[in-house]
């Protein structure tokens, strides 16, 4: 609970700070790299236990040495448009300093344009991943941090190539509620083992009273 207070203040600090100017568009970015991850379409994967492997490699097509600005990769996990209806907290914005398309990271890596082979990483889908459906996009950053292209697993409608992640919040909540239980129990055990030593107490004291005269 402290922590989602704290994400929502630094949620509204950032809306605060956030000055438009200049800002990247994701309209402004050309789609040059190819990006692919393991889950098939449809997929279902769990949060926490499975792995997705997410690789990437320049589109063959795209001039050459047009990825000579290239220094890093940032890989990313994102709602689709189907879980993203009715929430603002994931709504598509164009401008990137907005965006809350790409809510987690996958992985950052340093690009080589040298290396003209496919890159990848296996990453294990994090427990905090809401049920959903996703795709991954990958951003590519200059030397000045910032971005200067992309590619993704999914058309540029974010229509195909998803897949859903199921979340273990169920067993979080169930958790809670057990560890809340637990402590209230405690509490009434606690109260109740005084009210007993009480009630002990003053018998004792009575029959010696008693016994005393
Ligand atoms: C590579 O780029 C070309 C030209 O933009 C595009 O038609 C093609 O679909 C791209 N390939 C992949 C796998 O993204
Ligand atoms: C190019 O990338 C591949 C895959 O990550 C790696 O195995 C290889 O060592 C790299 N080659 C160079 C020259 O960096």
């Known amino acids: 609970m402290a922590s989602n207070g704290f994400l929502l203040a630094a949620l509204f600090l950032s809306c605060f700070l956030g000055f438009s100017l200049g800002n990247i568009h994701l309209s402004s970015l050309p ?15 769990k949060a926490g236990v499975d792995k997705i492997r997410v690789t990437w490699v ?6 050459a040495g047009s990825d000579s600005s290239y220094k890093n990769i940032k890989a990313k996990l994102c709602y689709a448009p189907v879980s993203q209806v009715d929430r603002a907290w994931r709504k598509t914005e164009d401008d990137l300093k907005k965006d809350k398309t790409c809510q987690f990271d996958i992985v950052e890596k340093p690009y080589n ?5 496919a890159q990848s990483f296996e990453w294990t889908v994090e427990r905090d991943v809401p049920t959903g459906t996703f795709f991954v996009r990958a951003y590519v950053f200059n030397s000045a941090g910032q971005e200067v292209a992309y590619g993704q697993t999914t058309d540029d409608k974010k229509g195909t190539n998803l897949f859903q992640i199921e979340s273990i919040t169920g067993r979080h909540v ?9 402590s209230a129990f405690s509490v009434v055990s606690l109260f109740g083992f005084f009210f007993i030593d ?8 009575a029959a010696a009273e008693a016994s005393g005269h």
């Open 31 to 45: 789609r040059t790299l190819e990006v692919t991850a393991s889950p098939k379409p449809g997929q279902v994967l």
């Open 113 to 117: 344009p040298a290396n003209k082979t």
């Open 174 to 182: 169930s958790l809670d509620i057990a560890s809340v239980c637990f």
């Open 198 to 205: 009480k009630r002990k107490a003053k018998k004792a004291a």
């Open 58 to 63: 320049l589109n063959g097509t795209v001039k």
